[in-house]
């Protein structure tokens, strides 16, 4: 993070002026409670606005009232660094009793959880990474920097970086998917969106790495349950994403809340400190996950919140969210000599770095503008964004597009519920921005009509299905889960089609018409027998406020889509957890039983990270592969052989035949997502590091090896070519 000679002198005149008090302020993110009779923490507020116990608007007062009542005084005496606030009014009203009110005026630094857009939403992080589009990516984190800052809001607590290979954790939805390489250039691309811009302080936020780390491993697929992992797993595949946002100049970090191999990622110095500082050259500032330094205590790692707040100082967690252990028990440590003040001022320092990085000095307040519609550009990159998220899975002869006078039957509640469009941890849309699937089928296609027929929280309604099936040339049932199913603390041990959805498209099977399922779901689901009940599949994700004219320009063919799948799909819960870059086992599933596979179900998974259908068939032609001394070049051409403009995702996956370690059956190691029109044909280079075909052992060590390796070019289904190569390092 560089600073100019001037801000560093400013930070270091304010530090030799701060009293304990104050620095020890600086480190604490005040929590929020709901004043007036229960006091409930942030996130169970998200959750109880997500499943509508309040509604946003009630959601809104709360943070409002709360904050007002509940730490004006703290922050005027500077015990206060940082809040979470998401409205321009009270993020000036705070920042004004900091700025003004307090004997140092130091800025609180806003923070909060703007995951996949703020009031312009945009297709959940597992969706929109597999548009495997980096411009893309970076655009619509710019946008949301943007837009949030504007409401005085500085701090994103995104990326979500957890890879994610157990879709029975709920919060696979929040980051992108299962590979490690595609997870890496999804975290350059987002903390460059996020951070890069700074021709003004309003265009640019500082991002926040999460979880650190192996959150995505959690045993069981359990939130927040515990992660044993080697070094050399750690390495490959959970930290790689982390070490690339940080070399791309991530701001913060947050410690995730589960442990890693014994010891908590709160209190973990190994983690925080060894790797991510020293190894990585991370600079800026770790905050805690909410409320996760009081939780070492119930760890079994620290003996009260004392000692839980002196060993996460000491390990390297800067800012604590939510406990106001910080605030209340450091100077009784430092006291004891439980922690030092260089530690403390370390801290005091990475945290001041970044709200000078972030102009907040300069620009604590922001405009309170009246009239906050959303911008055209927003709804159109929604849109853009939404149209290059979603899957194509099925699409048996060719169903998919349909003419505009089809007459097509809607049904499943998922499609008539607004704002389930924008996902999970999304906390600052408004419903009347986001467009359901009705409200974009039924203008797409003017035969089209919708019908309550139930399946997901009320019973079928066999009379409305009767009556949709008579009126249909073609059903589209819109299936999935709720938004309250995915996300933070929504593990499902059995991750089929909730309610009765899974009779709708046993329905479907027997009636003798033309039937397309769209998925709605924040995870993958097993639906092993849904898959042949219909004739076309389009996984949907949650796409965010354009969903519903995305899908409907897809169904229409206005769009075609292009997206892969960032995660495998499991036939059956019990296959979790379930991913393609898996070792081969000296049993390789076979015809033999002595192999490694079940008895009840293939050991293959529904559908694998990468695939993904189009409405254009494509060829690679003239593939080549040449080696220079230290990279692997693969040119190729992409021929779309139909009469409709397209886009392919050239996949390069690496095998490392031999190692001293058992390596991955295969790896994501380069793609490319290419534009060809119809009948056209386009060449494009994919290039990969020689550096990047090593892997790191046990022993932390990075090990090139020389040896052989296949190079498997593909578009994640028909098009597969393949190079053996002996590589000498
Ligand atoms: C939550 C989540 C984290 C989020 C934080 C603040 O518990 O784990 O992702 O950023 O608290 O809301």
């Known amino acids: 993070m560089q600073l100019s000679l001037e801000q560093e002198a400013k930070i270091k005149e304010l530090m030799a002026v701060m009293t304990l008090d104050e620095k020890i302020g600086q480190l604490n993110q005040a929590s929020v409670s709901i004043v007036g009779g229960f006091d409930v923490p942030f996130e169970e507020l998200i959750e109880m606005m997500t499943d509508g116990r309040i509604s946003q608007d009630e959601f809104h007062k709360i943070m409002a009232t709360t904050i007002k009542d509940y730490h004006e005084e703290e922050i005027k005496q500077g015990l206060v660094g940082s809040m979470m606030v998401q409205n321009p009014a009270t993020s000036n009203r705070l920042q004004r009793i900091a700025v003004e009110e307090s004997r140092l005026g130091i800025p609180l630094i806003i923070g909060l959880d703007v995951i996949h857009g703020y009031k312009t939403v945009f297709p959940i992080a597992l969706a929109e990474a597999g548009s495997f589009d980096r411009d893309l990516l970076k655009r619509t984190a710019q946008m949301a920097a943007k837009e949030s800052r504007a409401d005085g809001i500085h701090w994103h607590f995104a990326p979500m970086l957890d890879v994610s290979r157990d879709a029975r954790?709920?919060?696979?939805?929040?980051?992108?998917?299962?590979?490690?390489?595609?997870?890496?250039?999804?975290?350059?691309?987002?903390?460059?969106?996020?951070?890069?811009?700074?021709?003004?302080?309003?265009?640019?936020?500082?991002?926040?790495?999460?979880?650190?780390?192996?959150?995505?491993?959690?045993?069981?697929?359990?939130?927040?349950?515990?992660?044993?992992?080697?070094?050399?797993?750690?390495?490959?595949?959970?930290?790689?994403?982390?070490?690339?946002?940080v070399e791309a100049g991530a701001a913060t970090v947050m410690a995730a809340f589960n442990d890693m191999n014994g010891v908590p990622c709160t209190v973990n110095r190994e983690l925080l400190t060894d790797k991510l500082r020293y190894e990585f050259g991370f600079d800026g500032f770790v905050v805690s996950d909410a409320n996760a330094i009081r939780e070492c205590v119930a760890h079994g790692i620290a003996a009260d919140e004392a000692d839980a707040g002196a060993q996460s100082l000491n390990a390297g967690l800067d800012m604590d969210m939510g406990t106001e252990i910080y605030l209340n028990t450091l100077k009784e440590s430092l006291a004891a000599g439980t922690v030092s003040i260089d530690t403390i001022d370390q801290a005091v320092e990475r945290i001041l770095r970044v709200k000078m990085w972030l102009g907040l000095f300069d620009h604590p307040y922001v405009e309170e503008v009246e009239n906050d519609d959303l911008l055209e550009v927003n709804r159109a990159l929604a849109l853009d964004s939404a149209k290059s998220s979603l899957v194509l899975l099925k699409n048996k002869d060719d169903l998919l597009p349909l003419a505009k006078e089809t007459k097509i039957s809607l049904i499943g509640d998922l499609a008539n519920m607004p704002s389930e469009v924008a996902g999970a941890w999304a906390i600052s849309f408004r419903e009347k921005d986001c467009v359901s699937l009705v409200d974009g089928i039924t203008k797409e296609f003017p035969n089209s009509r919708y019908f309550e027929v139930g399946g997901l929280e009320t019973p079928i309604n066999e009379a409305a299905l009767q009556e949709a099936f008579d009126y249909a040339d073609v059903v589209v049932l819109v299936a999935g889960e709720l938004v309250s199913m995915s996300g933070e603390a929504t593990s499902r041990a059995t991750i089929s089609m909730p309610g009765q959805q899974s009779q709708l498209f046993a329905a479907l099977e027997k009636l003798n018409k033309p039937s397309v399922a769209v998925l709605m779901n924040g995870r993958p689901m097993a639906i092993e027998k849904e898959v042949d009940q219909v004739d076309a599949i389009i996984e949907a994700w949650?796409?965010?406020?354009?969903?519903?004219?995305?899908?409907?320009?897809?169904?229409?063919?206005?769009?075609?889509?292009?997206?892969?799948?960032?995660?495998?799909?499991?036939?059956?819960?019990?296959?979790c957890p379930i991913y393609y870059n898996h070792p081969n086992t000296g049993r390789p599933a076979g015809r033999s039983k002595f192999t490694s596979k079940y008895m009840d179900v293939s050991h293959e998974p529904l559908f694998s990270f990468g695939y993904g259908l189009s409405y254009s068939s494509f060829a690679f032609d003239?593939?080549?592969?040449?080696?220079?001394?230290?990279?692997?070049?693969?040119?190729?051409?992409?021929?779309?052989?139909?009469?409709?403009?397209?886009?392919?995702?050239?996949?390069?996956?690496?095998?490392?035949?031999?190692?001293?370690?058992?390596?991955?059956?295969?790896?994501?190691?380069?793609?490319?997502?290419?534009?060809?029109?119809?009948?056209?044909?386009?060449?494009?280079?994919?290039?990969?590091?020689?550096?990047?075909?090593?892997?790191?052992?046990?022993?932390g060590d990075y090990c090139l090896e020389d040896g052989d390796f296949v190079f498997e070019v593909t578009n994640g289904h028909y098009n597969t070519i393949k190079f053996e190569k002996t590589i000498q390092f």
Not at 547 to 573: C, D, E, I, Y
Not at 643 to 658: A, L, P
């Open 169 to 245: 954790w709920g919060r696979v939805s929040e980051g992108g998917g299962e590979d490690p390489y595609l997870m890496s250039q999804f975290a350059k691309a987002k903390v460059e969106g996020l951070q890069n811009d700074q021709s003004s302080h309003l265009n640019y936020v500082a991002a926040c790495l999460k979880h650190y780390v192996g959150y995505g491993a959690a045993e069981g697929g359990r939130d927040y349950n515990t992660v044993t992992m080697s070094e050399s797993l750690l390495r490959n595949v959970y930290l790689a994403p982390f070490r690339a946002a």
């Open 542 to 575: 949650h796409l965010g406020i354009e969903m519903g004219h995305a899908v409907a320009q897809t169904l229409s063919g206005q769009n075609n889509p292009s997206a892969k799948l960032t995660v495998s799909f499991p036939r059956v819960s019990g296959q």
């Open 622 to 699: 003239n593939v080549n592969l040449e080696e220079t001394e230290d990279q692997i070049l693969i040119s190729l051409d992409v021929e779309n052989l139909s009469q409709r403009d397209g886009q392919e995702v050239v996949q390069v996956y690496v095998t490392d035949k031999v190692g001293s370690l058992v390596r991955p059956v295969k790896e994501l190691k380069a793609f490319e997502k290419v534009s060809v029109p119809a009948g056209g044909k386009e060449s494009l280079q994919l290039v990969i590091s020689k550096q990047d075909l090593g892997f790191w052992n046990n022993q």
